[in-house]
């Protein structure tokens, strides 16, 4: 035995050798969030001139840890939390799940009484609703939510943060920026057959509000068009941004953050493009849990998430800010077509209940997945 | 001197054995029995809504429909085909190294366990990086040198052959112990009456290996069948359906399907339940001891001008299982961009860099799941192999009336995919109160009781071998049958504990599915943070987080090792020691 032991052994030795004395090599990537311009502390906690906490919750909520349940894309959610922790001295531990694992682990802690979250945040206004019904959430009213329309939702148990957008989505190393496809009509032309990937049709708000799209506004054998493009279903968003960062497949459905975070940090050739047709927005909602332990932190950090620095922290990474007082900025040098324009489809939560089950039966069928 | 031990006597008789039952009850069959009411159901049994009231058989339908029968067909097909491969593999290498005189036979014996260090998921990772059709570096390297050939793993063969590959240790352990622990008398017997070599392998050597490839044939067929990992990632994108990814996609479709995901589960149980109970039957029929107080080692086997070439097949083995594994996982952590258009590209100034496996190396995230990793793999290979040994000792040493009841609920979750029994665990622990939920316990407990069947089927195989009149001498001389048991049986069970103790805690140390639903954010372990971190398309951090992984395994093993072979040292002056070598 001695001889595989020392052979490990050297193995690992040298890799771990490498591996701490490049260490010293080791840099932060580059972030897609800019630093805030100016954060005061003596009387709250102030960013930009905007008051998001006073002096009493401000100062208890700095002793506290805050417990984050989240829906949200790990790689977006943690440059949220980066930026909070970093503009408010605030510590988030976060549990990252997709919705609708998330969901299961929250009704599961919530039914034992040990739902350990102070605040929530997920996409798809029925997961939403499911956590509602079960007594999930607490009504938390954000400052100046009032001032926005039908941001706070079901009487202030959970308020519209941001929308994440749907787009189209292509490699820059496989296809040149001439060639890359300009509509949904083009994804379904022919020409990508076989080089393209799509996201299963129940994993969440996202593909809930994409499927309507796709039905609705592309015309009704939109679907079988793209099927009959043979595209590789992927079950998770993030497992089809990896392919196409790699080349595995050339065009897809992307998500205007993922792709801006994939490129900006990880330097993936990857970008995407605004569709003749528009792209597609879905809800995220964020909203204090009724077990809330760490109420001051978790009421700053629902401040922080509405206030303008938070709002453009969202814009920043790619995302569409709920608040219309602050613009969608320009993502890897693409214009953002502006909220709520005839290139901005977005789901209303009515619609997500009327629709999305059978939507999701019709997207199975035509795709032959999922059953 | 009847075999019931002193300990189960009197009053108490049955007291110890029911409450091992009740501890294997409360780890295994709670959480089926929440699993088997859920698929008969209409809502999903969770704290504060076990609900009798909408009782159903519905859910059992999906099976019948085409995409049920083909994900079904395909996991059969992909639980053969592993199972051979592995088998195939397994028992050339154990073969190899236990009975021939092929050169580096220590190095084999590592070859033949080193797969076990790469966790399924890291495996099947890897080999997505190496033969994805079109961008994995076999295929880029193929396209280089201008041949118009592309290998595709994400296909069935590919399924096949990455879960074969990477279960061949389990086929390797099991026939290398049964072979280098088999009875030379019978052999030697057989040469002395004038059989040729051929003969005596085909005669003897084989059918007293034989419980151990059954044992091991069957073992890896279940482990394939219900393997999630490499069918997420490789039969994913090839369209090849199998039942574990059935049943993880309509837990994870919004609203989760969770009580039609049960009933598949259900209906996998039931049919891996039958061919565990059919093995049982095969191996329970024969009597197996090769170890007993007296003998030598068994015969080697010369090789003649094939001892190079075997060996060398062997190292290819390796080859494919570990080396471009790894090497395709570093390069895939240090590239500087994620697309790889020509290998030459990776040799350019700045390609390759260690900066994301320093930083990844540095992280919280990373450190935090590494102490998480280590402290469930060692608690769960402690209270596994006690639990094992309890089992099978109850089963295969005493009369009580309930051993069989032991070993049923011992094999069960044999036939439960871990993934399942993660689900069942999660609900189990959040109903029954003691604060477990949410530590690092819950996890511990996941992994002790997923990976139960193999401790239990290792020890017991101990235990078979061992002829039980030496602990029986023990206790006719005077000792009490605890002492005979502290003195005797366990020593003499040193190597098959051992063994048993680092299977449980390689198998913890890997673990994915069954923590999938347990985890917060406390308690990550280093599993989770790899498969978190290819679910959310963070590529190059997961194949930094798996090579840093593998490493912590490869560490764990070696010091396992370097404890564990002080421990079955073979200079020991002990007049038993030299049978089991």
Redesign the interface.
């Known amino acids: 035995?001695?001889?595989?032991?020392k052979?490990?052994?050297l193995?690992?030795g040298v890799?771990?050798t490498?591996?701490?004395?490049?260490?010293?090599?080791?840099?932060n990537?580059a972030s897609v969030v800019k630093s805030a311009q100016k954060v005061q502390t003596k009387s709250g906690l102030v960013i930009n001139g905007e008051q998001i906490a006073d002096k009493a919750t401000y100062d208890k909520a700095r002793t506290q840890t805050l417990?984050l349940y989240s829906g949200y894309?790990?790689?977006s959610e943690q440059v949220l939390v980066d930026a909070f922790t970093h503009d408010t001295g605030i510590k988030v531990?976060?549990?990252?799940l997709?919705?609708?694992?998330l969901?299961?682990?929250v009704?599961?802690?919530q039914?034992?009484?040990?739902l350990?979250a102070d605040v929530i945040r997920t996409s798809?206004y029925?997961?939403a609703k499911?956590m509602e019904d079960a007594g999930v959430w607490k009504k938390y009213d954000v400052p100046s939510v009032s001032k926005f329309a039908a941001l706070s939702i079901d009487g202030g148990l959970f308020t519209r943060m941001f929308n994440s957008v749907y787009t189209i989505g292509y490699?820059t190393?496989l296809v040149k920026k001439a060639d890359a496809p300009t509509s949904w009509a083009d994804l379904v032309s022919g020409k990508w057959k076989g080089k393209i990937g799509i996201v299963?049709g129940?994993?969440?708000g996202s593909t809930?509000a994409l499927n309507r799209f796709m039905l609705s506004k592309l015309g009704p054998d939109y679907l079988q068009k793209y099927a009959s493009q043979k595209p590789?279903?992927?079950?998770?968003?993030?497992?089809?941004?990896?392919?196409l960062?790699?080349?595995?497949?050339a065009v897809g459905t992307v998500t205007i953050s993922?792709t801006n975070i994939?490129a900006t940090q990880?330097?993936?050739?990857v970008t995407f493009v605004v569709p003749t047709e528009g792209v597609v927005s879905y809800d995220y909602y964020l909203g204090l849990a009724s077990s809330v332990k760490n109420t001051a932190a978790a009421e700053v950090f629902m401040n922080y998430n509405f206030s303008k620095r938070g709002q453009k922290v969202f814009a920043q990474i790619g995302e569409y800010p709920a608040r219309s007082d602050v613009a969608p900025p320009t993502i890897l040098g693409i214009k953002l077509p502006p909220v709520g324009s005839k290139l901005d489809y977005r789901m209303e939560t009515t619609d997500t209940v009327k629709y999305?089950a059978d939507d999701?039966k019709t997207w199975n069928t035509v795709f032959?997945y999922?059953? | 001197m009847t075999s019931l031990p002193q300990v189960l006597r009197g009053s108490k008789k049955l007291g110890p054995v029911v409450v091992v039952i009740v501890i294997l009850a409360v780890l295994i069959l709670v959480p089926l029995a929440l699993v088997l009411l859920a698929s008969i159901s209409t809502s999903?049994p969770?704290?504060?809504?076990i609900s009798l009231g909408d009782l159903t058989l519905g859910n059992f339908a999906?099976l019948a429909?085409p995409?049920?029968l083909t994900a079904l067909l395909n996991s059969i097909e992909v639980g053969i085909g592993s199972a051979v491969l592995a088998l195939i593999i397994g028992s050339f290498l154990a073969f190899l190294c236990a009975r021939t005189n092929a050169p580096l036979r220590?190095?084999l014996?590592?070859v033949g366990m080193a797969p076990m260090f790469i966790p399924a998921l890291v495996g099947a990772l890897a080999w997505s990086l190496i033969a994805?059709?079109?961008?994995g570096f076999l295929n880029i390297a193929l396209r280089d040198v201008g041949l118009n050939l592309t290998i595709n793993i994400y296909s069935m063969p590919g399924l096949i052959f990455v879960l074969g590959i990477f279960y061949a240790p389990y086929g390797f352990l099991l026939v290398h112990s049964s072979m280098a622990m088999m009875n030379a008398d019978l052999e030697e017997a057989a040469t002395v009456h004038g059989a040729p070599l051929r003969t005596m392998l085909r005669t003897i050597t084989l059918p007293l290996a034989l419980p151990a490839l059954l044992g091991a044939g069957i073992l890896v067929f279940a482990l394939t069948m219900e393997n999630f990992p490499v069918a997420?990632v490789i039969g994913?994108?090839g369209?090849v359906d199998t039942l574990p990814t059935?049943i993880?996609?309509?837990?994870?479709?919004?609203?989760?399907r969770?009580n039609e995901a049960a009933s598949i589960a259900v209906i996998l149980t039931i049919g891996l339940l039958v061919i565990t109970a059919a093995q049982q039957r095969v191996i329970s029929r024969r009597k197996f001891t090769t170890v007993t107080g007296k003998g030598a080692r068994p015969r080697q086997v010369p090789l003649g001008k094939l001892r190079w070439p075997l060996t060398i097949v062997a190292l290819i083995y390796f080859l494919v299982a570990v080396v471009m594994p790894m090497a395709a996982l570093l390069v895939a952590a240090m590239q500087?961009?994620?697309?790889?258009?020509t290998i030459s590209q990776l040799f350019q100034a700045g390609a390759l860099?260690?900066?994301e496996?320093?930083?990844t190396?540095?992280s919280d995230g990373f450190q935090l799941g590494l102490r998480n990793s280590i402290v469930v793999a060692v608690l769960a290979a402690a209270v596994g192999t006690a639990l094992s040994f309890i089992a099978a000792y109850i089963r295969y040493r005493t009369k009580a009336r309930l051993r069989a009841v032991v070993e049923f609920i011992a094999m069960t979750p044999l036939a439960v995919p871990a993934i399942v029994m993660g689900i069942g665990l999660?609900?189990a622990w959040?109903?029954i109160p003691l604060p477990v939920?949410?530590t690092i316990f819950v996890l511990v407990i996941a992994c002790v009781a997923v990976f139960f069947p193999q401790g239990y089927r290792g020890v017991s195989a101990s235990i078979l071998q061992l002829d039980q009149d030496l602990e029986d001498s023990a206790v006719m001389l005077g000792a009490s049958r605890a002492r005979a048991i502290g003195t005797v049986t366990l020593p003499l069970m040193r190597v098959g504990l051992t063994s048993t103790f680092l299977l449980f805690l390689m198998l913890s140390m890997r673990e994915l599915s069954a923590v999938l639903?347990l985890f917060?954010?406390?308690t990550q372990i280093l599993s989770v943070v790899v498969f978190?971190?290819?679910?959310?398309?963070?590529?190059?951090a997961a194949a930094a987080i798996s090579?840093?992984y593998v490493?912590v395994i490869?560490?764990v093993?070696?010091i396992a090792?370097?404890v564990g072979?002080r421990e079955r040292s073979p200079r020991l002056p002990n007049p038993m020691k030299g049978t089991q070598e």
Not at chain 1, 111 to 114: D, E, F, L, P, Y
Not at chain 1, 232 to 243: K, M, N, R, W
Not at chain 2, 532 to 540: A, K, R, Y
Request: aromatic residues 8%.
């Open positions: 035995m001695k001889i595989v032991t052979a490990i052994a193995g690992c890799a771990l490498l591996t701490l004395a490049a260490c010293g090599a080791g840099g990537p417990s894309s790990a790689a531990d976060m549990v990252r997709t919705p609708n694992k969901v299961e682990r009704l599961s802690e039914g034992a009484g040990k350990a798809d029925r997961i499911s490699n190393q299963q129940g994993s969440g809930a590789v279903i992927y079950d998770s968003l993030g497992a089809e941004a990896t392919a960062a790699r080349g595995e497949i993922g994939s990880d330097k993936a050739p999305s999701l032959g999922n059953k | 999903v969770r704290p504060g809504n999906l429909t995409e049920g220590k190095f014996f590592f994805s059709p079109s961008a997420q994913n994108p369209k059935f993880y996609r309509l837990m994870s479709a919004t609203p989760a969770s500087s961009t994620p697309f790889v258009s860099s260690f900066r496996l320093g930083n190396i540095m999660l609900w959040l109903l939920y949410g639903f917060t954010s406390h978190e971190q290819f679910e959310n398309g963070q590529s190059q090579v840093l490493m490869a560490i093993a070696v090792q370097t072979s």
